[in-house]
Every structure is written in C-alpha cells, then in structure tokens.
C-alpha cells in the first residue's frame, strides 16, 4: 500500500508537475544571486579595513614613486569614465572565433573532450540509483560569441563597483567591463537508467535519455588585474567573473521509460536547469571569480621566436653534421687545395702570369 501511495505521489508532483514562466522563473534567480552579492560585499569590508592596515617593505634602492591611484592611471592615460565611448571589441571576436574555431577543429580529430565528459559524468560521485550514463550526442555549436559596449570603471579591492560614476579611491583598482552576447545550439545528450533497490537491488530499472542544450546567453564579463598583496607576496592574477544579471536559456528534452514513454517531462527540466544555475554560479559569478596567473613579461631569449636567427642556427648544425660524417676530410681536402693554389701562384705567376696583391681589387694585377 505504502508503495502505490510513493508512486501516486512521484506521478502527480514529479511527472504532470506545472514548470514556473521563463521569465518569473528568471527573475526568481536574479534575486537570489543579487542578494548572495551583497551579503558578499558587507562581509568584506571588515577584511578590507585589515588588509589596507597592512603596509610592505619598500626597497632602499629603487627611488620611490608618487603614490599611483586609478585617478592618475586614468589621467595619464586620458580615459574619462564618465565621457569615454564604449569599445565595439571587433578586433577582440575576430581573435576569440579563431580560438573557438581552432577548439572544434581539434575536437574532430580527437576524442579528448568524449573522454574528459565520460569522466565527470561516470566518476566516484555518480549515487548508486543511476546505471552508467552513455554520451550519444555532442555538439559544440556554429556561432560565436560577440564582446561589446566596453568600458572601464573603477571598483572597491571586492570587485563591486558603482558605475562610471563613483568615487576613485585610493584603495581601488579598474576593471573592465563588457557584454557578452551568444545565441548558439550547443548540446549534450545521454542516456542512463534509473535503479531502484528497494526492497530488494534492481528491482526495477527505468530507462531514461536527457538532451540538454544552452540556445542563448547573454551577460556582462567582469576582467581585472589583481596585484600582489601584502605580506606575502604573490604573483599578479588576471581575474574574471559574470555579474549577477545574466541570463541563460536552456532547451532541456526528456525521454523516460522504455514502452510507455513519457516526452519531455516538466520536472526535470526545472531540476536540470536549476543544478546548471548553481555550477555557473558557484564557479564565475560575483561575488566568486576565476583567477589565472600572468607569466612573466620580462623578455627572454629562451622565449624568442621567429628572425633570421633561427634559420642561421639550422644551417650551422647541418654544416657541423655534414663535416662529421666525412670524418674531417672534406676540410682536410680544401686546405690542400688553398695550399697549392698559393705554391702555383708564388711560383708560377698565377693563370694569367700577373702577381695579385692581398687587398687588390678584382681582375687588376701587377706586371
């Protein structure tokens, strides 16, 4: 009896379950994420207030300079936030489709990101009420995505700012601030089963295929340079993150059962789409951010690339090689050859029986 109870109950709340509007559903999110924003951002100031208190050690040699606020990096740079018309970034989408496009073509040659998906998705942390689950469809999309309306703003060391508008401190930094905009069809699909073990192991086993694909995004990228901190120095960062008022629409598809199948259930759109939400978020949404460390800029000869030198050096390994495989003796041959041409030329007067001077020009002898 308990057993029909649980499978009415799954039927009704789990499979004819009514899915929120898009757009309310939407909304809902942004709210969430604004919220969890600002809480951020008043747990930090405590922290802030510490980290400023904090001074390093400056160097006995090296002249000390002005103090370098984001008011003088703008002024020296004679960018206006308040005036300064934003960067279409062209030149930015042409360099990040050749990337993209460089990635697919990879893609199609090698397995590699088959492999990687099969990992995550068949990994230690897969619950024991799902079989192993089978890739059968990938799809890395056609279009690219488009940067544009950049512009730069000066923000508080938690990366929140107020706009083109707010106050320059001292204890600031600038960052960059662009919208991203990617209407594509990029799609995963895969197909698992569904195990129960109760009562008894696999008593019942439900087939189920899942296509999920992101149709559309479209938000504002966040970059800055994060400079090392005192005490301990650290290197300097490239940070980057989303601000919370993106959106991202999702075509999910569903197929469960293996006779009697149900299409598209409703409910585990809402459930997929959801734990989508939470990894992107948890990832590169502010308040959390990704960080890649800057190599050295610092030019190097081990880093030079390219030149004539490269083509000189290859010569002189092809000579060396060459002169080792005739065991010296095609130097050998021409020093002999150099010697009995000046014994001719001492003794006999040369070819044409002149006597050339060392430094003389070309065809001009002395009788």
Known sequence: MNQVILIGAFIKFFIFGDVPNEDANASTLYQKRRQR???????????????????????????????????????KTYYNVNSHQPESLDWFNVLVAQTIAQFRSDAQHDDAILRSL????????????????????????????????????????DGIGGGAGAAMGEGGRLQARMDVDLSDFITLAVETKLILNYPKPRVAILPVALSVSVVRFSGTLSISFIPS???????????????????????????????????????????????????????????????????????????????????????RRESRAETSEDGGGGRGGEGERVRTEGMR???GGGEGGGFSMPGTMPDIGIA
Request: proline share 9%; with cysteine; glycine share 4%.
């Open 229 to 315: 901190s005192p005490p301990t120095p650290s290197p300097t960062t490239l940070a980057f993150s989303f601000l919370d008022d993106y959106r991202l629409d999702l075509s999910i598809r569903s197929l469960v059962g293996s006779r009697s199948r149900l299409q598209d259930v409703p409910k585990i759109a809402q459930l997929v789409e959801q734990r989508l939400h939470s990894w992107f978020d948890e990832r590169c949404v502010e308040p959390r951010f990704q960080q890649i460390v800057m190599p050295s800029l610092w030019p190097r000869k081990k880093n030079t690339r390219g030149g004539d030198d490269e083509d000189v050096g290859h010569d």
């Open 118 to 157: 099969n990992n995550v998705l068949n990994g230690p942390q897969i619950p024991d009420f799902l079989d192993e689950i089978e890739i059968t469809e990938i799809s890395l999309g056609e279009d690219f995505p488009i940067f544009s309306n950049c512009r730069v703003i000066p923000v508080e060391e």
């Open 37 to 75: 924003t600002l809480a951020h951002k008043s747990s930090l100031f405590a922290l802030e207030q510490r980290q400023r208190s904090l001074r390093r050690k400056r160097s006995s040699v090296l002249r000390n300079p002005p103090p370098l606020t984001t008011a003088t990096i703008l002024s």
């Open 345 to 347: 030329r001492r003794a």
